[in-house]
């Protein structure tokens, strides 16, 4: 996709646009990418305060844990609709050729 300017403004409107044409179960998976790459970038960026306290190590936790809690009706529900197509018939399964690559079985 051309961006017409570089300003992070029209990159937030592009990806906005691209994510309300998405089932929520993508939506849920671009969100949990966008944590991954935030948390990458204070890495790269040595942003880590190596004199983090305990208390700030115990909130940050806490916030983990809450952000994982509340992923868990989306991901019940996915997995719900997997078990609901596999007793369907509507999946085949998958192996693993010797170089790797995936393969209908």
Do not use: H
């Not at 115990?58 to 996915?78: H, I, P, S, V």
Request: with cysteine; hydrophobic share 40%; proline share 4%.
């Amino acid at each position: 996709m051309k961006m017409k300017t570089d300003s992070p403004s029209a990159y937030e409107q592009a990806l906005i646009s691209i994510v309300r044409t998405l089932p929520i179960e993508r939506i849920v998976q671009i969100l949990d990418y966008a944590r991954y790459i935030q948390s990458q970038a204070i890495e790269d960026f040595g942003l880590l305060d190596d004199d983090e306290t305990e208390e700030e190590i115990l909130a940050d936790e806490m916030c983990w844990d809450a952000q994982f809690a509340a992923t868990q009706d989306g991901l019940k529900k996915m997995a719900d609709k997997v078990r609901a197509e596999i007793r369907a018939g509507r999946t085949m399964p998958m192996v693993f050729t010797k170089n790797g690559k995936l393969t209908p079985g």
